[in-house]
């Protein structure tokens, strides 16, 4: 009986012993995280601003197309004089021609990041739109884009790495 308990007591003393994790095992877990953490972030926000930067080509590709199928829809108006005119309405040359959503149909459009800038170049008294331009500038340079886009009625797509882009930027491949 008595070696019994001796058996009893010494499984008892180590089962105290491996009841858990010593602070200094937590903390290097801990650390092990952080430092997982901290390389894969950057990448996270490098992948976030491709992301935004594609989205922002894609939908000034849907400009240039919107604004050529407005021109022919419209020729006494030529291109549209608003981004809002391409967007959901009337389906008329004002008001609305219902060519693009409803994200990118309004005055001052703003997706993923990046807002949309657009100028009509009228032809002198006619005031038909024969010309525009067409920019799309990350909100926060460096955070949610790095390349700034621009388009006219050419369809060229052209990028400025950390600035606003311009008829002279290299086009887009």
Same mark, same amino acid.
């Given at each position: 009986?008595?070696? !019994?308990?001796?058996?009893?007591?010494?499984?008892?003393? /180590?089962?105290?012993?491996? =009841? =858990?994790?010593?602070?200094?095992?937590?903390?290097?877990?801990?650390?092990?995280?952080?430092?997982?953490?901290?390389?894969?972030?950057?990448?996270?926000?490098?992948?976030?601003?491709?992301?935004?930067?594609?989205?922002? %080509?894609?939908?000034?590709?849907?400009?240039? +197309?919107?604004? %050529?199928?407005?021109?022919?829809?419209?020729?006494?108006?030529?291109?549209?004089? +608003?981004?809002?005119?391409?967007?959901?309405?009337?389906? !008329?040359?004002?008001?609305?021609?219902?060519? %693009?959503? !409803?994200?990118?149909? %309004? $005055?001052?459009?703003?997706?993923?990041?990046?807002?949309?800038?657009?100028?009509?170049?009228?032809?002198?008294?006619?005031?038909?739109?024969? !010309?525009?331009?067409?920019? $799309? /500038?990350?909100?926060?340079?460096?955070?949610?884009?790095?390349?700034?886009?621009?388009? /006219?009625?050419?369809?060229?797509?052209?990028?400025?790495?950390? $600035?606003?882009?311009?008829?002279?930027?290299?086009?887009?491949?």
């Amino acid at each position: 009986m008595f070696y !019994q308990g001796k058996i009893r007591s010494a499984a008892r003393r /180590d089962a105290s012993r491996q =009841g =858990g994790f010593s602070l200094i095992e937590l903390l290097i877990v801990v650390a092990i995280i952080l430092i997982i953490a901290a390389i894969a972030i950057p990448n996270l926000l490098r992948s976030r601003m491709a992301a935004n930067e594609a989205s922002s %080509v894609s939908s000034v590709r849907t400009y240039t +197309t919107g604004n %050529v199928t407005y021109n022919s829809l419209c020729p006494s108006v030529g291109y549209p004089a +608003t981004l809002a005119d391409l967007g959901p309405g009337s389906g !008329q040359c004002t008001g609305g021609a219902n060519i %693009v959503d !409803q994200v990118l149909g %309004v $005055a001052a459009p703003q997706k993923s990041g990046y807002n949309f800038f657009y100028v009509p170049i009228p032809a002198g008294a006619t005031g038909i739109n024969i !010309q525009y331009t067409l920019n $799309a /500038d990350p909100t926060a340079l460096g955070v949610s884009g790095n390349r700034g886009f621009f388009s /006219d009625e050419s369809g060229t797509i052209r990028y400025a790495i950390g $600035a606003v882009a311009t008829a002279t930027s290299s086009p887009l491949q």
